[in-house]
């Protein structure tokens, strides 16, 4: 059973067809790549399989789970996670915090265990903070837990968002340009970091990415979209060559 | 030791110390009475917080959450406990009405919180000011409606609530209200309390600094958003219920858009997201309508004026999001306020 | 055919109807008909005016001026202080001025202090917490507690009784397939549509309409394309806040009493209206204030004819009727949904 399946996935808005009949599936441990030239739809695609917008046609499935109809936090809690082009951590929470409430589906217990602060909320807590702790210790953070984002750099916060949506456990990590708007030496951390994760923990990773040092260093496979469809697909280096992309990404002159 | 028994401790201990000040004629009626509305207005304020302070939302209909827990709780009290041209005879011997009690503020609650049920559903699509509109028209149809309904006395109020009052007296003398109220209080700041600083109440402020955030890291917005609007127009119709039995007396023109402004001033006098704060704010938004009852009524001149102002010059209020620990952290030995 | 195009034919298909109807039986009917198509009318052009005070303001700054309804009250009391003062009740101005100048003056007068009111209010509260950056709420809240302050701060001043407006007007009757209509009444329906023709013009085809119009598509892009922003803001509330004036010495004129509360009620509906209509543009405040107003003449016609309704009913209509609509379609009949991105 694929971890993931997208079959002739189409998007409408209005007259404006974002996707248009894209398909691709991921068995469970790839790292993957989705790119193409701005406003392609890549960021509709991982809005689509993240359960934020109702495809208009086409069928995503998510372990053999078909997702039309969910809402995002269920899609979530069947093991898909991303991160943003834009930064969105709670700001006014700490980092620890950020971690813990991504676990939100997972909590353990009840309004009323909450209210009365059973046994079992008081070890629910006390598990979900050591989960929490533990995933920064991992991934070299641990002094960072009662740091608020806006303090932290901005390739830290990149970090921690990467670090929260890894807290949800998903067999799926999308991320969405997690190298934009990081200078070059956090670039060089975050392609180890990446890469680390992979090997480290047993998920698929799928990436939108502008910045072809990235992909071209950490992808097996990538699929290139332009205007919603996809125009070419393959090992990276098939795509470095493949006149199809590079026309799309420079225009005809630069062939 | 320590912490688990200090505050409980010295809360029992405040009550006993007021209850004797009252049986001793330190406190007077006006006095009583002080507190007791001092106590309303701090479940009113805390009860919004949750939902304008933590959530981030804009809910501005608070008074007709305590309108129908007004009128709930009356309506059962006196339905129980008074014979009523329009509610027959009363079911239960006066001797029960102390033990009866919390099931009639229960019932004030429960009305509320359902009322609070079908603001929450409009609130799952809509945000900020469209929110602002249904959370008022809410509080406007209410008010129309308890005037268009004349079992409960229309735009002249309801009465009778007076007697359950003195069915308590007549077992114990002492002052009902206050000890009511006081112990209404402690089980809102302490519910609430509870409810926020849970990782499961952390979703709540989840979903006011990133909503978008919030529903893709799995925290189920829905339902959160349902829980809040309810926990909070179910306590605002416990303020209701107990303001009804404090003044014996329940009408539509106590629970307008005034009310609702009032409950607006202290959330954001006391800071958004700060429990502490909405209890400050509370306690200093009675006094200030002590010093302002002269005025009349410039006091609504004056009471829009000082949330404009706050507005201007320091819309995070007296605490902002922090909490009393957070000022004085020395405190966090003798109770744990996060 | 949308929902926009059924509710711009709905009062016209009215009418129509009713013009058809004049020949069938059942007269008294058609007379009843007539005359509370008539009220509606009437009463929709006040909820019209502010409606469109309230739709410019949003337009351009995606503010809904909760303080809007107490300009109208503002308006009502400016047109009555004026016309007082200009029949000589205040020994400023000698008594015998004919009622037309009176009218004549009180008309541009009472516009331009009230639009003053509301330029002012922008100028004082509003602007700087937008030049703060200060979040949105803020605003709304200023707004919401500008508007009490209004209505208590004339209470305090002038004192809870009510003021009596003087008879500008003759008394003069028409009286259409049977029903009646004063002199006054038909104003108000007339003035209203002309002023809705003449903002179209001035949205559409003049420079600063379309400035307004820039600015309710990208506020942060109109500085930068050299066109004064403030100024835009300042004209919109200028108008916006004229428009109430307008409406509020109209309304004097057809219920010539004043109270300071008389504005949150008619503010309160016409705010609604503009919701339905679809807050944002002036057709759908101009086709909501006639649907209020007819949606209320209905309420109050049925509690003729069924039983468990009263007339007091109508402001539970009204409101119930807003949140309809903002549950099925917030935008309102005229809105364009929006969509987020992430």
């Keep these: 059973m694929a971890l993931l399946e997208i079959k002739e996935l189409t998007q409408r808005f209005g007259g404006l067809i974002a996707v248009n009949d894209f398909s691709m599936s991921l068995q469970g441990h790839e790292l993957n790549a989705l790119i193409g030239p701005n406003g392609a739809g890549k960021t509709t695609v991982f809005n689509l399989v993240s359960g934020f917008y109702q495809p208009s046609s086409g069928s995503i499935t998510i372990n053999g789970v078909n997702t039309r109809g969910m809402k995002p936090h269920q899609v979530t809690a069947l093991g898909v996670a991303r991160t943003f082009q834009n930064i969105r951590l709670w700001n006014d929470m700490t980092v620890l915090d950020n971690i813990r409430v991504s676990q939100h589906y997972r909590l353990g217990y009840s309004l009323m265990d909450s209210l009365l602060r059973t046994r079992r909320y008081a070890d629910r807590e006390a598990a979900i903070e050591r989960t929490a702790m533990e995933l920064l210790e991992f991934l070299g953070m641990k002094e960072l837990a009662n740091e608020y984002p806006p303090n932290l750099s901005y390739g830290t916060q990149r970090k921690v968002e990467i670090a929260r949506a890894l807290s949800t456990k998903p067999r799926l990590l999308l991320l969405d340009e997690p190298a934009a708007g990081l200078p070059s030496s956090d670039v060089v951390e975050l392609i180890k970091l990446i890469g680390w994760i992979h090997k480290e923990f047993d998920l698929a990773i799928w990436m939108i990415e502008h910045q072809m040092t990235v992909v071209m260093s950490l992808c097996q496979e990538i699929k290139v979209i332009d205007f919603g469809a996809t125009i070419a697909g393959g090992p990276p280096e098939d795509i470095r060559n493949n006149p199809t992309v590079i026309k799309a990404y420079l225009g005809d002159e630069a062939i | 030791m320590g912490t688990r028994i200090t505050v409980p401790a010295a809360l029992c201990a405040l009550l006993a110390i007021l209850v004797a000040m009252t049986q001793k004629d330190i406190l007077g009626q006006y006095g009583v009475t002080f507190l007791c509305s001092m106590g309303i207005y701090v479940i009113l304020s805390a009860s919004l917080n949750l939902v304008n302070g933590y959530m981030g939302e804009f809910s501005c209909g608070h008074a007709g959450f305590m309108a129908v827990g007004a009128y709930a709780s009356s309506i059962a009290g006196v339905f129980l406990f008074v014979p009523d041209k329009v509610f027959g005879h009363p079911w239960l011997p006066m001797s029960m009405s102390i033990v009866a009690f919390p099931f009639i503020l229960a019932i004030g609650f429960a009305a509320a919180a359902l009322a609070g049920l079908v603001v929450a559903i409009p609130s799952f699509k809509t945000r900020g000011d469209y929110l602002a509109v249904i959370t008022l028209a809410a509080g406007y149809i209410v008010k129309s409606a308890i005037e268009n309904i004349e079992a409960v006395g229309g735009p002249r109020g309801f009465m009778g609530m007076s007697k359950v009052v003195q069915g308590m007296d007549t077992i114990a003398e002492l002052p009902w209200m206050l000890i009511w109220i006081f112990l209404s209080v402690t089980f809102t700041i302490w519910i609430l309390r509870r409810f926020v600083y849970s990782t499961y109440g952390k979703g709540i402020m989840a979903i006011h600094q990133d909503e978008i955030a919030a529903e893709i890291m799995s925290v189920n917005t829905n339902k959160m958003k349902l829980i809040a609007f309810m926990l909070s127009s179910g306590l605002a119709g416990l303020a209701g219920g107990l303001y009804a039995y404090l003044i014996s007396f329940v009408n539509p023109s106590s629970f307008t858009i005034l009310r609702s402004t009032e409950c607006l001033v202290m959330v954001y006098l006391g800071g958004m997201g700060s429990l502490t704060g909405s209890v400050l704010s509370a306690v200093a938004f009675t006094i200030m309508l002590e010093f302002l009852k002269p005025l009349e009524q410039l006091k609504w001149v004056v009471i829009p004026l000082v949330l404009i102002l706050l507005m201007q010059f320091r819309p995070e209020g007296i605490m902002g999001n922090r909490e009393l620990s957070d000022v004085f952290p020395k405190l966090k030995r003798f109770y744990r306020f996060k | ?342």
Excluded at chain 3, 129 to 158: C, D, F, P, Q, W
């Design chain 3, 1 to 342: 055919m949308g929902a926009e195009g059924l509710a711009f034919r709905a009062p016209f298909a009215f009418v129509t109807f009713l013009v058809l109807n004049q020949l069938a039986p059942g007269q008294d009917m058609l007379h009843t008909l007539m005359q509370q198509a008539l009220n509606a009318l009437q009463q929709g052009s006040i909820y019209a005016l502010i409606a469109l005070g309230y739709c410019l303001v949003y337009g351009v700054l995606l503010l809904i001026n909760f303080a809007h309804g107490d300009i109208f009250m503002v308006g009502a009391y400016v047109a009555f202080f004026i016309a007082s003062m200009a029949m000589g009740k205040y020994g400023l101005l000698p008594a015998g001025i004919p009622k037309w100048a009176v009218l004549a003056a009180t008309v541009p007068l009472t516009m331009l202090l009230t639009s003053g009111v509301g330029v002012l209010i922008e100028r004082v509260a509003y602007r700087p917490l937008r030049l703060k950056g200060a979040n949105r709420l803020y605003v709304v809240i200023t707004a919401l507690m500008m508007g009490i302050i209004l209505e208590y701060g004339n209470l305090s001043i002038l004192g809870a009784n009510r003021l009596s407006f003087p008879s500008l007007m003759p008394r003069m009757i028409f009286e259409p397939f049977g029903a009646r209509i004063t002199i006054t009444e038909l104003s108000a329906i007339v003035t209203c549509f002309a002023v809705f023709a003449l903002l179209q013009w001035i949205v559409t085809k003049t420079k600063l309409g379309m400035a307004m119009q820039a600015v309710s598509y990208d506020k942060f892009a109109v500085p930068l394309m050299g066109i004064p922003l403030d100024a835009v803001i300042v004209f919109t509330f200028f108008l916006g806040s004229s428009l109430a004036g307008l409406a509020g010495l109209l309304y004097a004129l057809n219920f010539p009493v004043l109270d300071p509360f008389m504005g949150a009620m008619v503010g309160w509906k016409a705010f609604v209206a503009a919701v339905v209509g679809g807050i944002g543009d002036i057709r759908g405040a101009f086709v909501g204030g006639f649907l209020m107003a007819f949606l209320e003449v209905a309420v109050v016609a049925a509690s003729d004819y069924v039983p468990f309704i009263k007339p007091e009913m109508r402001d539970l209509v009204s409101f119930s009727a807003l949140l309809i609509i903002l549950t099925i379609k917030p935008t309102g009949i005229f809105g364009k949904p929006k969509t987020t991105k992430i």
